[in-house]
């Protein structure tokens, strides 16, 4: 139950995540993404003894949730990032231009 409790967080975070277009991703690679960010957050979860792979706990899926949406968060940003230094927005020392 816990290792499907962290599988559903990972796919809620996909789903705030979409809610959220500040990128134009593709859906493809953030679901995935958002899934296994949940499974490892369940992992530390359960590494802290916050319930367990067999065993439904909030503080184990406020984890899992947490652990995907950062894990979309980051990839948006660098995405971001690296569209603007293509764009030639902002020069790789960080200086705008």
């Keep these: 139950m ?3 409790s962290w599988i559903a967080a990972g796919i809620v975070a996909f789903g705030i995540s979409r809610l ?3 990128a134009p991703l593709y859906w493809a690679m953030e679901l995935p993404l958002a899934v296994v960010a949940g499974i490892a957050g369940g992992c530390f979860a359960t ?5 367990g792979w067999n065993e439904l706990d909030l503080r184990a899926i406020t984890f899992c949730l947490l652990a995907g949406l950062s894990a979309v968060a980051i990839t948006r940003l660098i995405g971001m990032l690296v569209r603007a230094i293509r764009k030639g927005d902002v020069d790789v020392n960080g200086q705008q231009v």
């Design 2 to 4: 816990g290792l499907l």
């Design 20 to 22: 959220l277009r500040a």
């Design 47 to 51: 590494a802290a003894d916050f319930g």
